[in-house]
Structure formats: C-alpha cells, structure tokens
C-alpha cells in the first residue's frame, strides 16, 4: 500500500503565495507519476498539474505560468508552488500517485484565497 500525506494549504489573500508539500510511504516502487487535482465545492476534481518521474509536467491552462510543480525522488515528495493565487483556486487540494495498474490519493489539503 501507498500513503499520501499533503501539508501547506491555508488562507491566503489575493495576490499571494502557497507551496503544497506531498510525500508519500510504503510501496511506491517507481516509476510513478505524482499529480496534484483539485476540488471545489459543487464541481467535479480537476487536475492541476503533474510530474512524472523524469521530470515532465503538464499544467492546466488556468494555472500555467503561475503554479509550478516539482519533485524530489530520493524524498518521495511532490511540491506545488502556487504564485499570484485567484479567489477561483479556492478548492481541496489533493496529492495523487499513478503507476502502472494503482492509483493512490492523500486526504486533501484545503486552499481558500480571499478577495
């Protein structure tokens, strides 16, 4: 089995900044792709963003050019820079992991950014 465990959500105002830690335990066996998806109420979980283990990345267009998303492997941790935040990213924000066969998903973090 496969833990996630986000940390670094919070209330932000406008304008401002968060970083999304993930790290994960157990039975990882790489490679596998982490991911951030996010959910805000009374809509469906979207993707963010996400890396996969050499490094790509892939954003959503209303993201792209102001979050960016890393990761160290030797840490097992996924990171989500989150510049020039909007009231529109208010959502729960959750970690995933994807390899071959298996999906994992932390337990959410919730972002809200004020106007």
């Known amino acids: 089995q496969v833990q996630l465990v986000e940390s670094g959500g919070g209330l932000v105002q406008a304008g401002g900044s968060l970083r999304l830690s993930c790290t994960a335990s157990?039975?990882?066996?790489?490679?596998?792709?982490m991911g951030w998806f996010r959910q805000a109420p009374g809509k469906e979980r979207e993707i963010v963003a996400s890396?996969?283990?050499?490094?790509?990345?892939n954003y959503a267009d209303s993201v792209k050019g102001r979050f960016t998303i890393s990761r160290d492997n030797a840490k097992r941790t996924v990171y989500l820079q989150m510049n020039s935040l909007k009231p529109s990213d208010t959502a729960v924000y959750y970690c995933?992991?994807?390899?071959?066969?298996?999906?994992?998903w932390g337990q959410g973090t919730q972002v809200t950014v004020s106007s």
């Open positions: 157990g039975r990882t066996f790489s490679p596998y792709t």
């Open positions: 890396i996969s283990w050499s490094g790509r990345t």
């Open positions: 995933n992991l994807e390899r071959v066969g298996s999906t994992y």
